[in-house]
């Protein structure tokens, strides 16, 4: 007798599931920033709605600190996105 196993079901995403092209970076080395509190980040500094959240504690490398209080970040998964600048702390070197 072979083996037999369930194989899930194929499921199409929508494309508003993948993150852009331009969003993907590379992971940073070291990190230069937390988040102070649960905070929302979006893919273009200029856009209206949120597209996903940090929760308090995540740790970003800060890429560049733009105008109108927005400043883009990194993850440890390499995404790149604009946050609030007044939401990020600098870490201490031993942190």
Request: charged fraction near 30%; hydrophobic fraction near 35%.
């Given at each position: 007798?072979?083996?037999h196993f369930i194989r899930p079901v194929?499921?199409?995403?929508?494309?508003?599931?993948?993150?852009?092209?331009?969003?993907?970076?590379?992971?940073?080395?070291r990190f230069t920033h937390v988040m102070?509190?649960?905070?929302?980040?979006?893919y273009a500094a200029k856009r209206g709605?949120?597209?996903?959240?940090?929760?308090?504690?995540?740790?970003?490398?800060?890429?560049?600190?733009?105008?109108?209080?927005?400043?883009?970040?990194?993850?440890?998964?390499?995404?790149?996105?604009?946050?609030?600048?007044?939401?990020?702390?600098?870490?201490?070197?031993?942190?």
């Amino acid at each position: 007798m072979g083996r037999h196993f369930i194989r899930p079901v194929p499921q199409v995403l929508d494309a508003a599931t993948l993150v852009p092209r331009e969003n993907v970076s590379r992971p940073p080395e070291r990190f230069t920033h937390v988040m102070k509190r649960e905070t929302v980040y979006r893919y273009a500094a200029k856009r209206g709605k949120s597209d996903g959240r940090f929760a308090a504690g995540t740790r970003v490398a800060l890429a560049d600190r733009g105008g109108a209080g927005q400043c883009r970040v990194i993850d440890a998964r390499g995404l790149s996105v604009y946050v609030a600048c007044s939401a990020l702390r600098e870490l201490k070197p031993d942190e």
